[in-house]
């Protein structure tokens, strides 16, 4: 009988929003639509299978994906139900479920704390930020949620990435028990490891997250690279290449592609470096990987910081902000891969 009612609202639905008689039909006659159902279902309708759903500890979630899986985005996953409860009506979930819906979340970005473990916690529960997922430094199997996946967590601040900002809006946003940096005698900042208990958590934890949200490579990234004027973390010692290697997480450029790059690439920087004309294509390459920069055709402090940004995500080894060879071959041996 639900499956019947189900084929008869869509019929309904479709109707309505086709034809002036029918609108007047289902409102002033609904009983008599519902009572013969037959004629309906013949007529119009794909017959669907009406969507489960469990309920663990007093939440409800769909135990299969409802909505259109041939469509090539992120409708894998399925969550959690959040329904209103109208005084005096009830709230029917099951019958009439669209097939137009997909996730909020597109982006998972990786933080650090600047905290220890009782201070991280501390900060992210009961101050202005937080993040939905805290990665410990204590080697245990313990990772803490502290914000729901269906709500936004405030990790980003102020950020942008391709055509989206605010990425607060579309993001998992997952935090992780490191000191950060400290500036040496000549002000070079010196980051802090991360323990290799750590690495695995993150990785298995953004290894469920991307896959249940089918968050693509190019958009699993650092807070620098959303904010890159203003953020640093999680820093040029997150081991990114282990997590693409041995998890397929992330981006990472192909080696071949670089070193056939690099020639060309120590050419431009030997004789061209200083030429607005090569400043404004280095500065073109890096808007087009997804930084959000303006082209200005100076080596200005924003470009200089979103070079670090580019630096400590792919090459690790140096971030001094510095167009050298390798960084701008790496940089586009990574947008022949990912570019838009
Ligand atoms: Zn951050």
Redesign the pocket.
């Given at each position: 009988m639900r499956k019947t009612l189900y084929i008869i609202g869509l019929s309904t639905l479709v109707f309505s929003c086709t034809s002036q008689k029918n609108i007047k039909k289902t409102t002033y006659r609904p009983k008599t639509v519902t009572s013969q159902p037959k004629s309906v279902t013949k007529t119009d309708s794909v017959e669907k299978p009406k969507p489960k759903i469990t309920n663990e500890h007093g939440v409800e979630f769909f135990t299969t994906n409802i909505a259109d899986a041939t469509k090539n985005d992120n409708t894998i996953s399925y969550g959690s139900i959040v329904s209103a409860k109208p005084a005096g009506y009830k709230v029917v979930k099951t019958h009439f479920p669209a097939i137009a819906q997909n996730f909020r979340q597109k982006y998972l970005i990786l933080?650090y704390t600047v905290l220890p473990d009782d201070k991280s916690v501390e900060v992210l529960t009961q101050q202005s930020v937080s993040a939905h997922y805290l990665v410990n430094n204590l080697g245990d199997n313990e990772i803490y949620q502290l914000v729901d996946e269906n709500k936004r967590s405030y990790?980003a601040g102020v950020s942008a990435w391709r055509s989206d900002k605010n990425l607060n809006d579309t993001s998992i946003g997952i935090e992780i028990v490191n000191m950060g940096y400290t500036a040496d005698a000549t002000g070079a900042k010196i980051f802090q490891p991360f323990s290799d208990e750590q690495v695995k958590k993150v990785a298995a934890l953004a290894k469920d997250i991307v896959t249940r949200y089918q968050i693509p490579a190019t958009n699993v990234l650092a807070?620098s690279d959303i904010a890159p004027t203003r953020?640093q973390?999680p820093g040029p010692l997150f081991p990114w290449k282990k997590l693409y290697d041995e998890y397929q997480i992330g981006m990472w450029y192909d080696e071949a592609a670089k070193q056939t790059l690099l020639t060309t690439a120590q050419t431009d920087i030997s004789t061209r470096y200083n030429e607005p004309a090569f400043i404004f294509l280095a500065q073109t390459a890096l808007q087009k990987f997804g930084y959000d920069i303006q082209p200005s055709g100076k080596w200005d402090d924003v470009t200089k910081k979103t070079i670090e940004a580019l630096q400590y995500h792919f090459r690790p080894q140096n971030y001094d902000g510095i167009m050298d060879a390798e960084t701008w071959a790496i940089l586009q041996a990574l947008n022949q891969k990912y570019s838009k």
């Open positions: 933080h990790h807070h953020k973390d």
